[in-house]
T-cell receptor
Framework: DAKTTQPPSMDCAEGRAANLPCNHS???????VYWYRQIHSQGPQYIIH???NNETNEMASLIITEDRKSSTLILPHATLRDTAVYYC?????????????FGQGTTLQVKP | NAGVTQTPKFRVLKTGQSMTLLCAQD?????MYWYRQDPGMGLRLIHY???????AKGEVPDGYNVSRLKKQNFLLGLESAAPSQTSVYFC????????FGPGTRLTVT
């Protein structure tokens, strides 16, 4: 599975958009980009995933560059409850064994 | 996480003691996983299973054994606990995507 690089920490003002970057320059053609978050030592929570196209769901948007070497997770209106560690993971997905390789993630602090 | 339970929630062991962690599900999930998480780190895969009767090693399998005799249950065993195994253990499973239990906080003294 491809390795990812994320900034260790970021701040965001409450109500503003949080944009979390991820580099995955060694991603292969059939690997997906997944995002999970972990709030205060709870089990990680699935947010969104994509292959090539941009994706949006009720939680977030995922923007993947055309060369697929990087992506950005967007939380459109961050709240205090979005304070968490966000993990960007590149994997063959649940259709394969579904193994996830977690890095250290980005700690997002949403401030009032 | 309805339909999946992870037990126990907390445990303190002395070095050399053994224990078994249980992840139980009634949702007919095929793929199940055990991860550990040390302070300030991401989760690391210990072992996983792609179906009843099958198990495979993950990133950090040493010191652990697993069994999946029944599809519903994925057990993680520590035969002789060591302080280095102090961690939070998460059970995972793949439904639409991968989901995680609440964790077991294990301390080995």
């Amino acid at each position: 599975d491809a390795k990812t690089t994320q900034p260790p920490s970021m701040d965001c003002a409450e109500g503003r958009a949080a944009n979390l970057p991820c580099n995955h320059s060694t991603i292969s053609g059939n690997e997906y980009v997944y995002w999970y978050r972990q709030i205060h030592s709870q089990g990680p929570q699935y947010i969104i995933h994509g292959l090539k196209n941009n994706e949006t769901n009720e939680m977030a948007s995922l923007i993947i560059t055309e060369d697929r070497k990087s992506s950005t997770l967007i939380l459109p209106h961050a709240t205090l409850r979005d304070t968490a560690v966000y993990y960007c993971i590149v994997t063959y997905g649940s259709s394969n064994t579904g193994k996830l390789i977690f890095g250290q993630g980005t700690t997002l602090q949403v401030k009032p | 996480n309805a339909g999946v339970t992870q037990t126990p929630k907390f445990r303190v062991l002395k070095t050399g003691q053994s224990m078994t962690l249980l992840c139980a599900q009634d949702m007919n999930h095929e793929y199940m996983y055990w991860y550990r998480q040390d302070p300030g780190m991401g989760l690391r895969l210990i072992h996983y299973s792609v179906g009843e009767g099958t198990t495979a090693k993950g990133e950090v399998p040493d010191g652990y054994n697993v069994s999946r005799l029944k599809k519903q249950n994925f057990l993680l065993g520590l035969e002789s606990a060591a302080p280095s195994q102090t961690s939070v253990y998460f059970c995972g499973w793949t439904g639409y995507e991968q989901y995680f239990g609440p964790g077991t906080r294990l301390t080995v003294t």
